[in-house]
């Protein structure tokens, strides 16, 4: 006998495992009034207590009606556009895209990241591989990296993401799937970022994503090279204001019009200086 899954859930999360139960248990029913095989497997592989979802006869009924009307709904339109594109926002749980399968040329699930992560717990797929027909391999283009990150700088992985074609540059990667990426359009990039946490390091990485994507140099002028500092320029009266966002003394060099200053502040202070 196979070896069951054991689960613990709760929330948001717990609601989903129940609608799939009660789904699996209309469809052993011998005059069930959907059959729905994958929440059958799912349920028959997993370790936990569906004692509330037993109890809960209001909801059970609600999931078998709403399943039936969109089972019906959803197929009617399938079969009067062939080869159509459904994107089925919110997904949960559902299975609908099992059960219609052949009936469509692909089939997008969505929903917040940590739904999708309770979806990969109870579900053998690769969603994003079905969804872009294979993953791209690729190399991290380190030089690149290197010119755009400040030290410092990091992207943590949030969400399981592939290559849909191999134009993409890959800035950093973390276990074959890729943090941050950019990749040509129009005039300038497209940028994609894993996730992204607030310190001076990040938002200077930021800075340097967006002048890039708009064509700009990221070591022009009135930028600082030190991600602990940051400056502003008034042309009208030529003046340089430079902020120390640090708990200790930094300095920067910055490229100007009329040539470069070399800074030196002290912890959290700011100089105002004329040009």
């Not at 994958?38 to 109890?55: E, M, N, P």
């Not at 872009?132 to 992985?157: L, N, T």
């Not at 400056?231 to 003046?239: G, I, L, Q, V």
């Amino acid at each position: 006998m196979d070896k069951k899954t054991k689960v613990s859930v709760q929330g948001v999360p717990e609601t989903m495992l129940q609608t799939l139960y009660a789904r699996a248990k209309e469809s052993q029913k011998k005059d069930h009034h959907i059959y729905d095989e994958k929440a059958v497997d799912i349920v028959a592989s997993l370790d936990y207590d569906f004692s509330k979802a037993d109890t809960d006869t209001a909801m059970s009924s609600g999931v078998v009606a709403r399943t039936i009307i969109l089972d019906k709904l959803v197929g009617e339109f399938l079969n009067k556009n062939k080869n159509a594109i459904v994107v089925n926002i919110a997904c949960g749980l559902d299975t609908r895209c099992y059960r219609m399968k052949g009936k469509y040329s692909r089939w997008y699930n969505i929903d917040l990241p940590e739904t999708m992560h309770v979806r990969e717990m109870f579900m053998d797929e690769d969603i994003i591989d079905r969804v872009c027909h294979g993953q791209w391999s690729f190399e991290v283009d380190e030089k690149a990296a290197a010119e755009i990150m400040p030290q410092g700088s990091s992207v943590e992985e949030r969400v399981k993401c592939h290559l849909t074609d191999g134009k993409a540059c890959v800035l950093a990667a973390r276990n074959n799937n890729p943090l941050m990426t950019r990749n040509s359009f129009g005039k300038g990039y497209g940028v994609y970022l894993s996730s992204f946490s607030v310190n001076n390091e990040n938002t200077k990485l930021l800075l340097n994503l967006i002048l890039q994507a708009g064509g700009e140099a990221i070591d022009g002028n009135y930028l600082t090279d030190n991600a602990n500092l940051e400056c502003a320029y008034y042309p009208e009266s030529r003046t340089l204001i430079v902020i120390n966002n640090a708990d200790s003394m930094q300095e920067t060099t910055i490229k100007t019009e009329y040539g470069v200053e070399h800074i030196k502040l002290d912890a959290y202070d700011t100089i105002i200086k004329n040009i």
